[in-house]
C-alpha cells in the first residue's frame, strides 16, 4: 500500500486518504477562524458577514492545507519526476489555486442562489456549512485528474 506503483483504483483511494488529511486541516483552520477572529459560523452573524468571512478563511488555509496535500501526495500517492522539483511544486499550487477558484466561485454562488428570508430551522440557517462543503467538493474534482495527469508522472 505504501508502493506508488499501484492500481488506479488504489491509487485514487490513497490520494482520497491523503486529501482527507489536508481537508481535515483546511477545516481544522477554517472553523477555528470562522468561530474566533474572523466570524463566520452561527445564527448570529449577518450573512454579508458570513460570505466574506467564508472567502477570507479559506483563504487563510489554503497554503498550510496545500503545502500538507503536496508532501502527502509525492510521497505516498504520485510518482515525483515528470517535472524539476521547483516546476513540480508551482504546478501543483498552480492548479490548487485554480480549484482554489472554482471554490470561491461555489462559495459565491451558494450565496446568490439561496434565499436571503430563511425561517428558523432550515439549512439557510447553517448555510455556512454548505459553503465549505460545496468550496471542497468543487475542489476535488479538479485536483486528482490534474495531478496525475500534469503534475506528477503516474
Known sequence: MLSRDVPALIQFGKYGFCGCIALLLHSLIVYSLGL?????????IPRELKEANSMRNNSIAFFPSNIAAYLLNATFVFTP????????????FFISALS???GHLTIWAIF??????????????N???????????????VNFVCRKFIVFQR
Open 112 to 125: 446568490r442562489s439561496t434565499d436571503t428570508n430563511h425561517y428558523p430551522g432550515s439549512y439557510q440557517e
Open 81 to 92: 519526476g515528470r517535472h524539476s522539483k521547483r516546476k513540480e511544486v508551482t504546478l501543483f
Open 100 to 102: 482554489f477558484l472554482a
Open 127 to 141: 448555510i455556512e456549512h454548505f459553503v465549505n462543503l460545496g468550496f471542497v467538493i468543487s475542489s476535488v474534482l
Open 36 to 44: 474566533t477572529i474572523n466570524p463566520a459560523i452561527g445564527d448570529y
